[in-house]
């Protein structure tokens, strides 16, 4: 073998390894990859049960019920459609009706989100980015002086 066919069967074996390389590290992110949706998205028919998503908006007044130990269920709405949500673990320190709220889970069979972790936002002035944007295409007003039927501040 020459030197020059030594070479190109090393670059052709690198290109091999480096290829391989990318497809498992693509498929290794589509199964990480968590898309974010809002409550009329869900109720739209965008997400399938099982599909794990977050899910954000606000949580509606009045909807947040606790149950036995650390379980909670409350309603996360963009002010146009609902989707009731059920955790179970410690909630933020800022998580309360009227507030934004990122949850991340998958939506059970009967239409109920079932969260495995829940963000809030961090001070008056902060919603998370995806959630603002979600909220602005749906026309929902954001910001100071906005009034949010069904999610008192």
Do not use: C, W
């Amino acid at each position: 073998m020459t030197r020059k066919q030594r070479r190109g069967v090393l670059i052709g074996l690198a290109v091999g390894v480096l290829s391989l390389a990318a497809v498992l590290v693509l498929f290794a992110f589509r199964e990480s990859i968590v898309f974010f949706h809002t409550p009329s998205d869900v109720t739209e028919g965008k997400v399938t049960a099982g599909q794990r998503f977050r899910l954000g908006g606000l949580v509606a007044s009045e909807s947040v019920k606790r149950g036995d130990g650390a379980k909670v269920s409350f309603t996360v709405t963009d002010t146009i459609k609902s989707v009731p949500v059920t955790y179970e673990g410690v909630l933020p320190d800022l998580f309360r009706e009227g507030q934004g709220v990122v949850a991340e889970g998958k939506l059970g069979p009967d239409g109920t989100f079932v969260a495995d972790s829940v963000l809030a936002k961090h001070d008056e002035n902060y919603m998370p980015p995806e959630v603002a944007k979600a909220l602005k295409e749906k026309g929902v007003k954001l910001g100071q002086g906005a009034e949010h039927p069904g999610a008192k501040p």
